[in-house]
């Protein structure tokens, strides 16, 4: 029972980790937003007006990582990006500038002349660009990040396919392979994988379906939450599929198909 509320928090914290990772950036960023004066627009009377600034600059910020990037950059569409980055940078700071010049009229513009204050205005504009293009790089430069991270994994993945292998937990939780031909029978509990051998068990952070589209032809699903070896079966019925045990002839490994 304790290991598999372990088991179940470990695969929660995994689940969620990503986001808790996203709001975490987006409550540092709201809160550094409205206290650094390098950030932010000039406001003379620090109010709620600067969170809704911040939120301008992360829905800029998050629609080109959610939507943008993935479409455009990370599929090699180079130039239509970089109009799109340009474009989207200047709407999103004509939006935040257009929403803060009401703001700082009364307190700053109106005490300039109106060619003055169209100037002061087009500074804006261009200062929340460069901030908007600034921080979209750093963007930009995470996600590249982990594409290439999720490029390897696949590769790996891919290779490991080729060569008959499973990339798999031993019971340290370290990382190692196993070979294809030495698992007898998976099992399926919660979020994770459990991989039986004639003598070891290992795990994965996996659902059946995913095993079963790695093993390919070379198991069956026997129930809701098994999966047997092809080449370990010795008998098979309605109620119980046998397999052979090649650490103890005489004693095969019974599973139930209920």
């Known amino acids: 029972m304790d290991k598999n509320k372990t088991d179940f928090t470990s695969s929660l914290w995994r689940f969620g980790r990503k986001w808790i990772v996203h709001i975490i950036f987006c409550a ?3 809160y550094q937003f409205s206290h650094m004066s390098v950030m932010r627009p000039l406001i003379p009377e620090p109010t709620y007006m600067e969170y809704i600034f911040a939120l301008f600059a992360l829905t800029f910020l998050y629609l ?3 939507l943008f990037i993935p479409r455009f950059l990370l599929q090699k569409k180079y130039v239509q990006y970089f109009i799109i980055a340009i474009v989207s940078a200047l709407i999103w700071s004509c939006c935040e500038a257009g929403f803060l010049k009401t703001y700082l009229h009364k307190y700053f513009y109106s005490n300039f002349p109106s060619f003055v204050q169209t100037k002061l205005f087009i500074h804006d ?9 600034a921080l979209l790089s750093i963007f930009i430069l995470f996600s590249l990040y982990e594409e290439a991270v999720r490029e390897k994994k696949s590769m790996k993945k891919e290779s490991a396919k080729q060569l008959q292998l499973l990339k798999v937990k031993d019971e340290q939780k370290k990382d190692c392979f196993i070979e294809i031909s030495q698992l007898l029978y998976c ?3 919660r979020n994770y994988t459990h991989y039986f051998t004639s003598d070891s068990e290992f795990t994965t952070l996996s659902t059946l379906k995913e095993t079963k589209e790695l093993l390919g032809d070379n198991c069956i699903q026997i129930s809701r939450n098994q999966l047997a070896m092809r080449h ?3 008998n098979q019925n309605d109620a119980y ?3 052979h045990n090649p650490s103890d002839a005489g004693k095969p490994i019974i599973l139930s198909v209920n």
């Open 125 to 133: 504009i261009v200062g929340i660009s460069m901030r908007d293009i």
């Open 232 to 234: 370990a079966i010795l």
């Open 28 to 30: 540092c960023f709201i």
């Open 187 to 189: 099992k399926q509990v």
């Open 64 to 66: 080109h990582y959610f």
């Open 241 to 243: 599929v046998t397999l």
